[in-house]
């Protein structure tokens, strides 16, 4: 659904129409300067050729010593994968430990690809449906009554796109808890960690003992460090897990690019400057665009604490009638918005929740002002 609307997007856009494009799901500034440095070192010192599957020794060290740094996650270099993106590394984990006919339970509004993942590897989705009341969080009870025998994993991920919810610690505990008394892995997508705020923590759940065997913890440089090109994920697990995944790896794609591992190594040792800066910036247009889209009548919506995602409730304008037809869903109010106003937003029906719409903050801030202008325009004339 992303990647339709972002290519409609582009499509008017070579038409000659004046698009503004709320779709992007990638920071829109450059990869910092020193991690383009080290990979062009590394092409310069040949380092171009296949590398062992798992990753680069050194990346894998750096990775151990980022979880335990950042995280309180204790993995040996040897738990960890690396892959072709966080996307890559969820599904190697999920192939590793899904047979057919499993379940996977994933909290409603969820990130589109897990529960396409989850069929790809003949397992079922069980979707929990979070309310806009409970700040999208999945409870302990929810998750509970969501167990059943066949139950394999949970998924989910904090910050979370698209709602730009993060889960406390003492929810993620609650919710540990459930996990300590069955038989579940959990898959721990923590690809926004950094991009959060208002002082608000991220906390693994990894790092509670009781569920620490159970957790596969995602992660990746896609969206700390602006590189979401050179496809750099990864994931830490207890050493079955992750020979596992390796094997999925090792016969699907094998190592990611040598050039991308070195440049992921500089940015996980390097300073997080440029980091601080692009959250900085996040946040400015956050408190903006959060202000503009709550500002419409009618319109409700969570006040995101990390991503750069928001994702009002737009239910109130379904039912209105514009040129005899009716608008039926947050998809119709979607195409409204490109038709009326050339305004591209995601339609919330791909990440489960189709009374909404999600928006990306991922632009520039003349460009927000704009889309503020005619999302204003387009309700108003709803
Ligand atoms: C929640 C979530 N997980 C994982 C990914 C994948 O990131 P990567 O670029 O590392 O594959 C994305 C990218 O949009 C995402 O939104």
């Known amino acids: 659904m992303t990647l339709a609307l972002s290519a409609l997007a582009k499509k008017l856009k070579a038409e000659g129409f004046d698009v503004v494009t709320l779709t992007a799901g990638e920071p829109d500034f450059p990869t910092p300067f020193h991690i383009k440095r080290a990979a062009i070192k590394a092409i310069e010192d040949n380092f171009t050729t296949y590398t062992i599957n798992a990753g680069i020794a050194e990346l894998r060290k750096a990775i151990a010593d980022k979880f335990k740094r950042e995280n309180n996650l204790s993995f040996e270099p040897s738990q960890i994968l690396v892959s072709n993106g966080a996307k890559h590394s969820i599904y190697n984990a999920l192939k590793a430990i ?24 003949d397992a079922t989705p069980v979707i929990i449906r979070t309310t806009e009341e409970n700040n999208f969080k999945m409870t302990p009870a929810q998750l509970k009554r969501a167990i059943t025998k066949k139950t394999k994993a949970l998924i989910y991920c904090s910050p979370s796109n698209p709602t730009g919810i993060v889960y406390s610690r003492d929810e993620i505990e609650a ?51 602006s590189m979401t090109g050179w496809r750099i994920g990864y994931l830490g697990a207890k050493k079955e897990i992750v020979a596992a995944a390796e094997k999925v790896q090792s016969q699907t794609t094998s190592n990611a690019s040598s050039i991308s591992q070195h440049a992921a190594l500089a940015a996980l040792i390097g300073s997080d400057i440029d980091l601080n800066a692009m959250t900085a910036e996040f946040l400015r247009r956050r408190n903006f665009i959060y202000d503009a889209v709550t500002s419409i009548k009618g319109i409700s919506c969570i006040k995101p604490k990390g991503a750069f995602y928001v994702f009002p409730n737009v239910s109130h304008y379904i039912g209105r009638k514009v040129k005899g037809k009716t608008l039926k869903s947050g998809d119709d109010i979607a195409q409204y918005l490109v038709d009326e106003e050339r ?14 719409v999600r928006i990306s903050y991922a632009c520039s801030m003349q460009e927000l002002e704009k889309a503020a202008e005619r999302l204003r325009r387009g309700f108003a004339k709803l």
Do not use: R
């Open 98 to 121: 899904c047979n057919k006919g499993d379940e996977v339970i994933i909290p409603a509004p969820y990130w589109v690809s897990y529960p396409e993942m989850v069929k790809l590897v």
């Open 343 to 356: 305004v591209v937003v995601v339609p919330g029906s791909g990440f489960g929740a189709k009374d909404y």
């Open 175 to 225: 919710i540990a808890a459930v996990v300590a008394n069955a038989d579940l892995y959990v898959l721990s997508d923590e690809i926004y960690e950094k991009v959060i705020y208002d002082g608000t923590e991220h906390f693994s759940m990894g790092a509670i003992p009781a569920v620490n065997d159970h957790v596969i913890t995602i992660n990746g440089v896609s969206k700390a460090f």
